[in-house]
């Protein structure tokens, strides 16, 4: 769904970020998937106003904050780079890495193993050194990316985007106490959260997203529970959180940069809701 979007924000005679490997991965999977990027899969949920619309203008410029951010930390003379549940990410690619740079990928190995093999078919060769850890983050990841060869001794630059918002509480502080914990002072990260709805409200979109997924599995039921699914637990407020412990951290709301970059803020309820809850955080240890 994401790379589907990057690839129609791709597409615009405007785009707010190109990711030219988006295509690619949506391409590799085929089906509706494809058919959506040339227009034939009106029932798609990226076709539709009401969903695809906010969806792409979403992802754009989410996929343009993250860019920026990883050339301002390049530009600040950070050379390591880690990217928390990875999906199809493409930057280690798309991105003009200095010379020196190592990137790692966390995710699952059958992500990391589609993603491998989609794009050596395609002839990609990364722009740095990139390195998979193929780990579940519910795992030691701080071990397996230490054993991978990351220096916690020199900044590095992190990112979750889009990981937040699906993590408990509980994961979620332990996920930044391991960022904290390898994080050398000039370290960055950039996060994607997501303000947690009232307990009650919580229980009833989940309730309703999983009797969506019972009565329509296809990629219509997914635009129909996908709002739902943003809503989760926050230990803090990410900028709150590693302030706290010796970053310089700043959070711009996602519908603040929606103007800031001249997309619209959606009208739809779902859409609004989503877009009002999410921040864009980065920070710098000092």
């Known amino acids: 769904m994401v790379a589907a979007a990057r690839a129609l924000e791709a597409a615009k005679p405007d785009p707010l970020a190109v990711d030219q490997y ?3 991965f949506a391409r590799a999977v085929g089906g509706s998937w494809a058919g959506v990027l040339d227009g034939q899969a009106p029932e798609h949920p990226l076709a539709t106003n009401e969903f695809g619309v906010p969806f792409v203008n ?3 410029a989410r996929t343009k904050y993250f ?36 990137i790692y990928e966390l995710d699952q190995p059958q992500v990391l193993e589609f993603k491998r093999e989609v794009l050596a078919r395609n002839n990609a060769q990364p722009a740095a050194d990139r390195r998979e850890i193929a780990i579940d983050l519910r795992d030691d990841w701080q071990r397996a990316l230490l054993d991978a060869g990351f220096d916690s001794d020199r900044p590095a630059a992190w990112i979750a985007e889009g990981l937040l918002i699906y993590l408990p509480a509980t994961a979620q ?17 950039a996060v994607e959260e997501g ?6 409200a919580l229980a009833a979109k989940r309730a309703e997203q999983v009797q969506g997924e019972r009565s329509d599995g296809d990629v219509n039921g997914m635009a129909v529970s996908f709002f739902h699914l943003i809503y989760n637990e926050q230990i803090a407020p990410a ?19 929606l103007r800031r970059v001249g997309r619209p803020v959606p009208e739809n309820p779902e859409a609004a809701t989503m877009i009002a809850s999410n921040s864009l955080v980065t920070a710098v240890k000092e």
């Open 22 to 24: 988006a295509e690619v």
């Open 58 to 60: 979403f992802q754009g």
């Open 67 to 102: 860019d920026e951010y990883f050339a301002a930390a390049a530009a600040a003379g950070v050379r390591q780079i880690v990217v928390l549940a990875s999906g199809l990410d493409s930057r280690a690619y798309r991105l003009d890495w200095p010379a020196g740079t190592v």
């Open 173 to 189: 502080e332990q996920l930044f106490l391991g960022i904290d914990a390898l994080s050398a002072p000039g370290s960055w990260v």
């Open 195 to 200: 303000k947690p709805m009232p307990a009650e």
């Open 239 to 257: 900028d709150e959180w590693f302030g706290g412990r010796g970053w310089r951290a700043e959070a711009t709301p996602l519908a603040d940069y």
